[in-house]
């Protein structure tokens, strides 16, 4: 799961243009999937599913303590931890992106899973 989570990062980093640059590619990734597994398993389903993955991040990464998951699915605090290189920002990232897609996979499968990732990322090459 941390490299599929990193290639989504990765795929999202590349993608960004200019006047995205002021969002952190992790930000994007993650809104990129509340959108789309909201349409799957509902709003409160999605931040269910997000809540536990950052609880299993925060103990790995102790940065994440700050972060806190608001009502909508969104992660607040997270943009300010993924822009300090210095704070672990890049394991922020693929910790709280890998434990949600590992919850996914332990909760609908790895073939659901995958393609519900690569609806949200159609042109990402997410192979190994």
């Not at 990765?10 to 930000?27: G, L, M, W």
């Not at 940065?63 to 920002?89: C, P, W, Y």
């Not at 990232?93 to 332990?106: D, Q, R, S, Y």
């Amino acid at each position: 799961m941390r490299d599929l989570a990193r290639r989504l990062l990765d795929a999202e980093a590349a993608t960004q243009s200019a006047t995205d640059a002021r969002v952190h590619e992790a930000v994007q990734v993650f809104e990129t999937l509340r959108i789309s597994l909201t349409r799957f398993a509902g709003a409160d389903g999605f931040t269910s599913l997000l809540r536990r993955a950052l609880a299993l991040a925060q103990a790995e990464v102790p940065a994440l303590q700050t972060v806190k998951v608001m009502a909508d699915g969104r992660l607040e605090g997270l943009a300010e931890i993924v822009a300090d290189a210095s704070n672990g920002g890049a394991d922020a990232a693929v910790a709280i992106t890998a434990h949600l897609l590992g919850l996914l996979v332990t909760f609908i499968g790895d073939l659901l899973t995958l393609r519900l990732v690569r609806e949200a990322w159609p042109d990402a090459s997410l192979d190994k």
